[in-house]
């Protein structure tokens, strides 16, 4: 296997190896498994695998889980169609700069994702390194935020162009989960800045060594969790991948966020992506 990073912050490229291969290689996927931890999201080109293939060499980084709202193949439980056609006008929306299922009281480990069906240029993917974006924050911004927990939520997300009913019963399902501003990777030790587009609010920013009189709470509460989010939009934290038919990508959902680019109507965008049940962050 041949690994050559495709910047200085986050992503490298595998050569030599086939991922249907890995399955039952303990060793190659030993290596595979350091590199995503290193590197943060691997990609891979012609990876010409089966479904079952692809949920069987996603499940040997753990179980699979389905999401409730973009829905999985039936044939292979876990494994998430996200289908984009010229015929779905108004289900096209799908940018916004986010970590996986963060609204889950456990959000995703990581997963792996397929490209079927592509445009001829557009609809690339882009990552960006969370770690670094927090090792980067100034001093006095990670004192600030040193012990803030913030608010994720799929009815605010997923939810919000569901009718009233739909929208309370997917809450019903999916409480607001409340996780840490900023997790500790559960294998490196490394402090993530752990806010994105599903973070709708601290739940502990209102406390009297923040907030001398209730008007600051706002605007500075949503100022500071705007200028968090926002930290994911840096270029220099990030790399894009350009698509093709059997291209993967592998992140850790842990360490990284991802926007998906919606540059493409009227064309074509198939995706497959096996995401990988994780644990609570920390």
């Keep these: ?10 992503g490298a490229e595998l050569f030599g190896v086939d991922l249907a291969d890995a399955i039952h290689d303990d060793g190659l996927f030993s290596e595979i498994r350091a590199a995503l931890l290193k590197h943060r999201v691997l990609f891979l080109r012609e990876q010409d695998i089966t ?27 876990g494994l998430v169609r996200i289908y984009k056609t010229p015929d779905q006008p108004n289900d096209r929306y799908e940018n916004a700069w986010h ?10 480990f990581g997963a792996v994702l397929r490209c079927v069906e592509c445009p001829p240029v557009g609809g690339d993917t882009m990552w960006a390194n969370m770690a670094l974006a927090y090792e980067n924050l100034p001093a006095h911004i990670k004192t600030q935020i040193a012990d803030l927990r913030a608010r994720h939520s799929i009815e605010a997300s997923f ?9 309370h019963a997917l809450k019903a399902q999916f409480p607001d989960a409340e996780h840490p501003v900023v997790r500790t990777h559960p294998e490196t030790e490394e402090k993530i800045l752990f806010v994105n587009a599903f973070t709708t609010h601290f739940t502990n920013y209102h406390t009297p060594d923040r907030v001398r009189f209730g008007q600051d709470a706002n605007p500075g509460a949503g100022e500071l969790l705007r200028y968090l989010i926002s930290q994911a939009y840096i270029p220099e934290y990030q790399v894009r991948w350009r698509w093709q038919k059997n291209s993967v990508a592998i992140w850790d959902n842990r360490s990284t966020q991802h926007y998906a680019v919606m540059d493409y109507p009227p064309c074509h965008r198939k995706m497959e992506r096996a995401g990988i049940i994780g644990d609570k962050p920390y």
């Design 51 to 77: 479904r079952a293939e692809h949920v069987a060499f996603a499940r040997r980084f753990g179980e699979l889980e389905d999401h409730p709202v973009a829905g999985s193949d039936p044939e292979y439980p």
């Design 99 to 108: 970590a996986d299922a963060t609204w889950r009281e456990a959000p995703q």
């Design 159 to 167: 939810g919000a162009a569901m009718p009233t009913e739909k929208r």
């Design 1 to 10: 296997m041949r690994i050559e990073p495709l910047t200085c912050a986050i």
